[in-house]
C-alpha cells in the first residue's frame, strides 16, 4: 500500500520505514481499531546496542507515539543459538552468564526512546529465555516442529545464502527461525501482540511467525520490515573505521556519538532526519533543500537531535559546544574523549604509534604509520612526521594533556595517571 489511514503506517510510511508489510489494509485497519502490540527482537550478542539497531528503537517509539503498545523483546535464549542471518560464518557461542551480562546492560538503551510501565499503552520488557530455557524438546518437535517445512525453510535467505557461499550452517543455527516464529505465537499467548517487525533480513523469519500462529492458534499476525540501511557510499549503518557506533555512553561518548552524525555523506542528511529525529516533516523538507556550506548546519541539527533523542539535551548542547571550542577556536575541551596512562609510562614515554592504538583512533599500528605518511595524525596540532617518536610529559601542555587528533574531526586527550 502506498497511502494508509492509521497514524503509525502514515508515520513510518512518510519517514522511510517501511520495506515489507503483510496483508497492509488488514494491518492498517486493526491499527485504526485499537490497542495494537506489536514487538521487535534484539539478541544480547555484546554489551550495548549500536546504530544500527536505531531503525528498530525508532518504529517503536512512533508506535508508542501514536498510540499503541511496544514489546521489547530480549534474545536471553536465541542468544544461546546465534541467528544466521546476514552472517557468513557461525558465530561464537556466548555462556549464559555472558548473556545475562550483555542484557543487563543493554537494557537501558530503550529507555530514551520509550516508556515502560504497566498501562496499556506502556512498553513490555521481555526475555525469551523465560520459555525456551523451559521447553521440552521432543514435546516442542512434535507440537511445534512438525509445522515446518524443511524444504521451505532451505529457501528462506538466511539459509541459501549460506549454502550458496558454500559456508557451514550448524543445525543449532538452522533451529533459529523456529524458535523466533515460536517467539511470536507466544508473545500472542501472552501479550495479544499481533505484529512482529524487525529488519528486511528477517522477513522470513517473521513469515514463519505468521504461519505457526495461523496453524496452532488460528491467529491473524502480521509482519512488517524494514529497510537494511546502508550509507549512500554503501557502508553499514552503525559502523566505522575505529569500529561500532555504540548506544552505551560507557563505550562510546555522546560527544563521539555526536560526530558520527555530523560527519554523515551529504547525501543522507534528508534520509536520517526522517530517521533518526523526531522534527517535523515541513521542517525536514526545508532542510534537504540546503546545499553547499549551509548542508553543514543541517548536518549539526542532525547530530544534535539524534544524540539528545539518546543521551538528553544537556549531552547535545554540550558536544556542539566541544565541536565548537575544537574546530572553530583551535582550543581543547576538557569533553573530548579522554584515556590515561600511568606517571611512569609517560615519564619513560610512550611510543607515538602505540598512543594512537590506545586512543582507538586507528585499529593498528600499521595503520598509524600509513597516516603519519599521509600527514593524517597529529599531536598537540602539530603533523607528526617521525613514527619513532616518543610522548613525554614534555608534550603536556598547561592543563596536563597532549592532544591526539586523527584528521580534523577526531580529538582524543592523553593524561597521567
Not at 546492560?105 to 529507555?111: E, L, Q
Request: hydrophobic share 40%; glycine share 10%; charged share 25%.
Amino acid at each position: 500500500m502506498s497511502t494508509y489511514r492509521s497514524d503509525f503506517l502514515q508515520t513510518l510510511s512518510q519517514r522511510g520505514f517501511i520495506a515489507q508489510v503483510s496483508e497492509g489494509e488488514a494491518l492498517d485497519a486493526a491499527f485504526t481499531k485499537g490497542t495494537v502490540g506489536a514487538y521487535i527482537g534484539f539478541d544480547a550478542t555484546a554489551k550495548s546496542l549500536h546504530a544500527g539497531s536505531l531503525m528498530g528503537i525508532m518504529m517503536l517509539h512512533w508506535l508508542q507515539e501514536t498510540g499503541h503498545q511496544p514489546i521489547v523483546l530480549l534474545g536471553g535464549g536465541t542468544s544461546m543459538v546465534g541467528d544466521p542471518s546476514g552472517k557468513d560464518e557461525s558465530r561464537q557461542l556466548l555462556t549464559r552468564a555472558s548473556i545475562d551480562e550483555n542484557i543487563a546492560s543493554i537494557k537501558t538503551a530503550f529507555d530514551p526512546f520509550i516508556k515502560f510501565g504497566k498501562g496499556a499503552k506502556d512498553a513490555v520488557l521481555v526475555n525469551n529465555a523465560d520459555w525456551l530455557l523451559q521447553l521440552n524438546y521432543v514435546e516442542f518437535l512434535r507440537e511445534t516442529g512438525r509445522h515446518f517445512s524443511v524444504n521451505r525453510m532451505m529457501s528462506f535467505d538466511s539459509v541459501k545464502l549460506r549454502l550458496e557461499r558454500e559456508q557451514n550452517l550448524s543445525f543449532l543455527e538452522f533451529n533459529y527461525m523456529i524458535l523466533q516464529a515460536y517467539d511470536f505465537v507466544e508473545l500472542y499467548r501472552r501479550h495479544k501482540c499481533i505484529l512482529q517487525m524487525g529488519g528486511s533480513d528477517q522477513w522470513g523469519n517473521i513469515v514463519n511467525g505468521i504461519d505457526l500462529g495461523r496453524r496452532t492458534d488460528e491467529a491473524q499476525l502480521f509482519g512488517l520490515t524494514c529497510p537494511l540501511l546502508t550509507t549512500s557510499s554503501g557502508a553499514k549503518m552503525g559502523k566505522t573505521a575505529s569500529g561500532a557506533v555504540w548506544l552505551n555512553a560507557d563505550l562510546l561518548s555522546p560527544y563521539d556519538y555526536w560526530q558520527y552524525w555530523r560527519n554523515c555523506e551529504d547525501a543522507d542528511v534528508g534520509r536520517f532526519l526522517k530517521l533518526f529525529t523526531k522534527l517535523p516533516m515541513p521542517e525536514i523538507a526545508r532542510l534537504e533543500k540546503l546545499q553547499g556550506a549551509e548542508l553543514n548546519e543541517a548536518k549539526k541539527i542532525l547530530a544534535s537531535e539524534a544524540t539528545a533523542l539518546l543521551h538528553g539535551r544537556a549531552a547535545a548542547d554540550q558536544a556542539v559546544e566541544t565541536a565548537r571550542h575544537t574546530f572553530e577556536e583551535g582550543g581543547i575541551s576538557a569533553n573530548l574523549p579522554t584515556i590515561t596512562v600511568g606517571a611512569e609510562d609517560l615519564k619513560e614515554g610512550i611510543g607515538v604509534l602505540d598512543a594512537f592504538v590506545r586512543a582507538e583512533l586507528v585499529t593498528s599500528k600499521s595503520e598509524a604509520r600509513r597516516q603519519i605518511r599521509g600527514g593524517g595524525l597529529r599531536v598537540n596540532d602539530i603533523t607528526i612526521t617521525d613514527e619513532f617518536a616518543l610522548l613525554n610529559a614534555s608534550y603536556m601542555n598547561d592543563d596536563g594533556v597532549i592532544k591526539l587528533s586523527y584528521g580534523k574531526k577526531k580529538h582524543v586527550l592523553l593524561k597521567a595517571s
